[in-house]
Each structure stands twice: as C-alpha cells, then as structure tokens.
Antibody, heavy 121, light 110 residues
Framework: EVQLVQSGAEVKKPGESLKISCKGS????????IGWVRQMPGKGLEWMGI????????RYSPSFQGQVTISADKSISTAYLQWSSLKASDTAMYYC??????????????WGQGTLVTVSS | QSALTQPASVSGSPGQSITISCTGT?????????VSWYQQHPGKAPKLMIY???KRPSGVSNRFSGSKSGNTASLTISGLQAEDEADYYC??????????FGGGTKLTVL
C-alpha cells in the first residue's frame, strides 16, 4: 500500500525553528515528486512547493518562496518542510502528497494525514 | 497567481446531480487540461477524485465526472449520496511548475 506518514503535531513559539517530515512507503520514493500543501484553520488548500527526492530539485510557489525550505533524504524516503523563524500566521495544517513525475506537476495522490503546527506565545 | 474561483456552497437532494464550477484564466485552466479535484471530509486529508480533467483514479465511483470548457472546469456528482457531503477543491497546473487551488466548495446533501 502506498502511504505517506507525517510527523506529529507541533506547538511552537514565535521565532522558533521547526522541521516536519513526511515518510513515503510502498513505492519507489525517487519515482515521484513530493508536494506540500498548507491549510489554515477553516480555510482552503494552498500549494507551497514540490521536491524531486532523486536530486532534490525543488520548485516553490511564489507565495512561499523564501518563507519555508523544502528538502528530502532519499536514503530514508523522507521529505521535509522547515521554518527558520515561525510566525503566528504559520499556524495551519500542513499536508504532503505524492505528485507524478510524468508531465507537469498537477495532481496529488495519496496525501499524508497532515501535521498540525500551532504557533503561539 | 490567484486562486481559482469556486462557489462557496452547493446543495442537492439524495439521488440528484450537482455540478461544481472552477473558473480560472487563460494562464491556468484555459491553457492546460490538467485540472484535478479533491474531496475533503471534516478533519480528514483531501482525496483525489478526478485528475487530468476527466480521469478517475481506481476506486473512485463513476458517479464523479470532470469536464472543461474554456477557462472553467466542472465536477459533476450524479446520484448524490449522504456520504458525498464534504468540501471539494479544484486544482490546476499554472505553468512554470506552479500549481493553483480553488477556494473550495462546501457540498450539502439535503
């Protein structure tokens, strides 16, 4: 079974750093992109960026460029999303999802269970 | 890029058909047949329902269908069932490795 399992919920203070993870199993991790999607409380989905774990080629949404860093370690089939200095506005659910390599990135399946990040003083 | 435009809510009775629209621009929906649709139940992760405009993943009911005309894509659900009540999001490739989602539509089954 293809699965993406994300790290657990986090509670952080403004200014702190954070790195959350997404581990793939049941498929060849280097045969797909991994994408990250944000969902703020009560709001819709926002595409953040994608990474190809084979060579760490990364593409960011213009809205998130410079705000987060996406990385991957293909040796352990894991992708990461990290912040160097969290803000209260980073409070959201973050999902990872698999994206096919063939053609432009345009669909996400399956999705991880989500990681809830809460930033509060 | 701006989010794709979806109606905030739609509703229908069991057995009926409903259609959710997703309006973009000539830079995204209008330029590519690369629209996908996701179903999200409360507290759950999104689930892929349609990809590349009209293709259904294995395991998704054939009551779900997708289409596109110009800058507007549509998701149609026929034979509405109570379990279809959820939020639905469209998504389109927008060029230069960018992807854009719609604002989401809440489907209520009356």
């Amino acid at each position: 079974e293809v699965q993406l399992v994300q790290s657990g919920a986090e509670v952080k203070k403004p200014g702190e750093s954070l790195k959350i993870s997404c581990k793939g199993s049941g498929y060849s991790f280097t045969s797909y992109w991994i994408g990250w999607v944000r969902q703020m409380p009560g709001k819709g989905l926002e595409w953040m960026g994608i990474i190809y774990p084979g060579d760490s080629d990364t593409r960011y949404s213009p809205s998130f460029q410079g705000q987060v860093t996406i990385s991957a370690d293909k040796s352990i089939s894991t992708a990461y999303l990290q912040w160097s200095s969290l803000k209260a506005s980073d409070t959201a659910m973050y999902y990872c999802a698999r994206v096919p390599l063939t053609g432009p990135p345009n669909w996400f399946d399956p999705w991880g269970q989500g990681t809830l990040v809460t930033v509060s003083s | 890029q701006s989010a794709l435009t979806q109606p905030a809510s739609v509703s229908g009775s069991p057995g009926q058909s409903i259609t959710i629209s997703c309006t973009g621009t000539s830079s995204d929906v209008g330029s590519y047949n690369l629209v996908s649709w996701y179903q999200q139940h409360p507290g759950k992760a999104p689930k892929l329902m349609i990809y590349e405009g009209s293709k259904r993943p294995s395991g998704v009911s054939n009551r779900f269908s997708g289409s596109k005309s110009g800058n507007t894509a549509s998701l149609t659900i026929s034979g509405l069932q109570a379990e279809d009540e959820a939020d639905y999001y469209c998504c389109s490739y927008a060029g230069s490795s960018n992807v854009v989602f719609g604002g989401g539509t809440k489907l209520t089954v009356l």
